[in-house]
């Protein structure tokens, strides 16, 4: 990427950010917008999508357009609006439907990621269940009529198994009796069975991890997979901190029973360095936190439409702990499912040299 794109991107993403935890500054972000031509304009919005923020993002950026006197902008921005609002309408009666059915099958399920970002919505429906493999393939395929979707190798070896619905844009991704990135969490997977807690969104009410939970599947995500932070990341997380719904203490204990606590620490303290940045004012973490984080916001940079932080050292000291931690404690299966991320790498890496493109291992 050329220093030209690089610096547009960061442009885009701090004019975004402004939308999103400075509406008082928002201004600075319309009136940058209003700069662009119609398929810049276009490339805006669909950032804001990327980072699940269309919602969060659009409607104080059309409250400044209306403010200035831009009505084209303020169009835009409510048509961008009224498609969201009917997407996640949409979503939210197939992604009852899809519950309700496995529900009724004996398999408990409890709606991971896709909820966290409200009132945004995410690019998929993601569920975990600890349900019988069998049941869910015959709901899916006979009740619902859904089609299996191809997977990375990753997302095979994870348990991870993922459906097209008829009817819903969005894909129905199930992670089944395990978590992370190649499945090495089983313990720490029952959690989100055991805690989860009932939560409306309008007229319907899903099952959801607590806020610790979501802690970690954010971190999961993120400090062990993609190795990268989106907007909607740090606002749910910036969310779940203001309204004093964690229990650090809690958090702690699962995280360092999981061999994940420096990641979770690392993902907390990121997030309230770019609030920090952009909003102004501390998240409160307790110290023992941001002394357990491995780097700050000052190590992450912009690549692509994402702030990102280099996988060597950073990503690859957090693959290293939580390796030594599983062989420490002997868990044989963990250490094994754990020790095939460097060669998945490998493979990742060689396809996207060879074929510029490693979605199929990554």
Do not use: K, M
């Given at each position: 990427m050329t220093m030209e794109n690089n610096s547009k991107a960061e442009v885009d993403l701090r004019a975004l950010s402004l939308l999103v935890f400075c509406p008082e500054r928002s201004v600075e972000a319309v009136h940058y917008v209003a700069g662009k031509g119609a398929s810049e304009r276009a490339d805006f919005f669909r950032l804001a999508d990327d980072h699940h923020v269309v919602i969060r993002a659009l409607q104080p950026f059309q409250q400044q357009a209306r403010a200035?006197?831009?009505?084209?902008?303020?169009?835009?921005?409510?048509?961008?609006?009224?498609?969201?609002?009917?997407?996640?309408?949409?979503?939210?009666?197939?992604?009852?439907?899809?519950?309700?059915?496995?529900?009724a099958a004996g398999c408990a399920v409890t709606v991971i990621k896709t909820l966290d970002h409200w009132p945004d919505f995410g690019s998929d429906l993601d569920l975990f269940t600890m349900g019988d493999e069998h049941r869910i393939v015959h709901v899916l395929k006979n009740i619902l009529g859904a089609r299996r979707c191809m997977l990375t190798l990753s997302d095979r070896i994870a348990h991870k198994r993922s459906y097209a619905v008829p009817g819903l844009s969005e894909q129905v991704e199930l992670h089944i009796n395990r978590l992370g990135h190649v499945g090495e969490h089983i313990e720490l997977a029952r959690r989100f069975i055991a805690r989860r807690q009932a939560v409306n969104f309008n007229q319907y009410t899903f099952q959801l991890p607590a806020p610790e939970e979501r802690v970690i599947a954010a971190t999961l995500q993120r400090m062990y997979r993609s190795l990268c932070l989106r907007l909607c990341d740090v606002c749910n997380t910036a969310g779940l901190i203001d309204r004093r719904m964690l229990d650090f203490g809690e958090l702690r204990g699962a995280a360092e029973e999981a061999g994940i606590w420096t990641g979770v620490a690392t993902y907390l303290t990121l997030v309230a360095g770019y609030v920090k940045k952009y909003r102004g004012d501390s998240l409160e973490l307790p110290e023992y936190v941001t002394e357990s984080a491995g780097f700050g916001v000052e190590r992450t940079f912009v690549r692509g439409k994402f702030f990102t932080f280099p996988a060597r050292p950073y990503g690859l000291s957090l693959y290293f702990r939580q390796l030594r931690h599983a062989a420490h404690r002997r868990d044989i299966p963990g250490t094994a499912r754990l020790s095939l991320v460097p060669p998945l790498?490998?493979?990742?890496?060689?396809?996207?040299?060879?074929?510029?493109?490693?979605?199929?291992?990554?």
């Open positions: 200035i006197g831009d009505a084209e902008l303020a169009d835009l921005a409510q048509t961008a609006l009224d498609r969201e609002h009917d997407r996640i309408a949409h979503a939210l009666a197939g992604l009852d439907r899809v519950c309700t059915e496995l529900h790498a490998s493979i990742g890496a060689f396809a996207e040299v060879v074929i510029g493109n490693s979605d199929r291992v990554w």
